[in-house]
């Protein structure tokens, strides 16, 4: 990294920031954002912009910010989110050189609650070769915020800004084409945890947990995941915010989480507990067809006469009501 000074203006060139990451625009952020539209996908609503040369427009079905063509040209956004200082920021840019000589740009993290106070900036410079081409390659630049320089404005809303840079050096004018611009925790932050799941063996179950971080290249790599079984087993291919155990076993049971990380560090989501039931019993039923039953023989017979029997008993021929009812049959 070295200091460019340009009269008294102080310019950060930034090999790795400045690194190509493809030739076509994104229409979208991979990660969850902080900003309202920050991949200018619905317009230009509702960043803001100073009066002079800034519109929006579609090129070849991506959606871009294209702002120009003074120097100052500035968007900006009051983003709704309220500082925490339970962690860094990290302002995102994707951002190229478009017609004309815009030589650099400025970021900024603002107090919003305050009429958009400037509380911290700075100012990116494109590589030397990117003059002249129009437009020249996406890159993307990253400032890095400390919120905790700043305790009495816990709970106003943070405002962010992109301000084109062009000068002497380069030319007079330039334009400035943005893909997407990203406010994030610069270490991950869980916005969803797992939740404990149950089911019968052979069965399956998923797991999800999602988390907000920071962009740097708009791949995904930029936010990865990796799934365990407590303590610290590590569940083979299990790098997405969804972990799904399509088979349960016995072994599967047990406690899970997973850990996010991106270039700034790791964070680990809640544990969340599978329970594998034992497989449900299968109801039997039986059917006897009256057709299908054959006796050869009885070998007595039985009959309750109850109150009948009370009355023959009083007939004076009582013995051959009994013969009939109990004599063996034949």
């Known amino acids: 990294m070295k200091l460019h000074v340009l009269g008294s203006t102080v310019l950060v060139i930034s090999v790795v920031m400045g690194a190509v990451v493809s030739v076509s625009a994104q229409s979208a952020i991979t990660q969850n954002n902080l900003l309202l539209n920050?991949?200018?996908?619905?317009?230009?609503?509702?960043?803001?912009?100073?009066?002079?040369?800034?519109?929006?427009?579609?090129?070849?079905?991506?959606?871009?910010?294209s702002i120009g063509w003074v120097n100052g040209i500035t968007v900006w956004q009051n983003t709704t989110s309220t500082l925490n200082t339970n962690f860094d920021y990290v302002i995102t840019t994707r951002?190229?050189?478009?017609?004309?000589?815009?030589?650099?740009?400025?970021?900024?993290?603002?107090?919003?609650?305050?009429?958009?106070?400037v509380l911290t900036n700075m100012d990116f410079a494109f590589p030397a070769s990117d003059a002249h081409l129009s437009p020249g390659p996406w890159r993307v630049f990253?400032?890095?915020?400390?919120p905790r320089n700043w305790p009495s404005r816990v709970g106003h809303t943070i405002g962010v800004g992109v301000v084109g840079r062009d000068t002497t050096a380069w030319g007079q004018y330039g334009w400035l084409h943005i893909d997407?611009?990203?406010?994030?925790?610069?270490?991950?932050?869980?916005?969803?945890?797992?939740?404990?799941?149950?089911?019968?063996?052979?069965?399956?179950?998923?797991l999800t947990a999602n988390a907000l971080g920071a962009v740097m290249t708009n791949s995904p790599l930029d936010l990865r995941y990796q799934?365990?079984?407590?303590?610290?087993?590590?569940?083979?291919?299990?790098t997405n915010a969804a972990l799904t155990l399509p088979s349960l076993a016995l072994a599967d049971a047990g406690s899970y989480y997973v850990v996010a990380t991106n270039r700034y560090g790791s964070s680990q989501s809640?544990?969340?507990?599978?329970?594998?039931?034992?497989p449900v019993?299968?109801?039997?039923?039986?059917?006897?067809?009256?057709?299908?039953?054959?006796?050869?023989?009885?070998?007595?017979?039985?009959?309750?006469?109850?109150?009948?029997?009370?009355?023959?008993?009083?007939?004076?021929?009582?013995?051959?009501?009994?013969?009939?009812?109990?004599?063996?049959?034949?």
């Open 38 to 65: 920050g991949g200018f996908d619905s317009g230009q609503a509702p960043w803001n912009a100073s009066a002079q040369g800034q519109y929006f427009y579609v090129a070849s079905g991506d959606s871009i910010s």
């Open 95 to 117: 951002i190229r050189t478009g017609d004309g000589m815009m030589e650099g740009l400025q970021l900024s993290f603002q107090d919003a609650t305050t009429g958009g106070t």
């Open 142 to 146: 990253s400032l890095h915020v400390n």
């Open 180 to 206: 997407w611009v990203q406010l994030a925790p610069a270490l991950p932050q869980f916005v969803s945890q797992p939740q404990n799941a149950t089911n019968y063996l052979d069965a399956s179950v998923t």
């Open 227 to 238: 799934w365990y079984m407590a303590p610290a087993t590590p569940v083979p291919n299990a």
């Open 270 to 278: 809640s544990n969340a507990t599978v329970v594998v039931l034992p």
């Open 281 to 330: 019993a299968p109801l039997y039923s039986a059917y006897v067809d009256p057709g299908m039953a054959y006796v050869t023989n009885f070998e007595g017979w039985g009959t309750s006469l109850c109150w009948w029997a009370n009355v023959a008993g009083g007939f004076t021929n009582r013995a051959t009501y009994a013969d009939l009812a109990f004599t063996q049959l034949s």
